[in-house]
């Protein structure tokens, strides 16, 4: 376990270069070495870096892996977490916690921004038309609703006018 702050710092940065270079396991393997409960708080600046600058397929490998002992909830770039799974085809949690952090921030246009890139995967405009709708933006939510309906997603089909009624 790493104790020396400029350890720490050392080792946080060599893990996010090899995970950044694409040698995304052993990135992993050193900051499980690494990363404590101890120094959680001083080290979770990296899991942002990562966010930041990895290729979709390292980001969503890393945080698969390792991504629960870090709070990527406080990265600026969070909205790059949910268009790097959507690139890759895949949900998760990770997808979930970032739409809830731009929801709780009130940041429609990162929402907006996001929207672009998951192109018609269901479950992520079936999310997103939840996230909208908390913004109050009903309009948006019901289009996407409808997107996710006709893209197979059973809850947003059985919801698809809730929007409008509820809110009209």
Known sequence: MVTDTHELIKSLTEAKERIIDGYVKQGIELLEKTVSSNNISQANWVICNIVDAAKCEYLVEALDSIGKIFDISVCGNVKRVISCYAKVGKYSEFVDIAINSIVSKG???QLDKVLNDIGNNGEFLYKLSLAYE????FKKAQELRKKAC???IPEACENI???STSYS
Do not use: S
């Open 107 to 109: 940041k429609k246009d």
């Open 134 to 137: 908390k913004l109050h933006d």
């Open 150 to 152: 006709d893209n197979g």
């Open 161 to 163: 006018n809730q929007v």
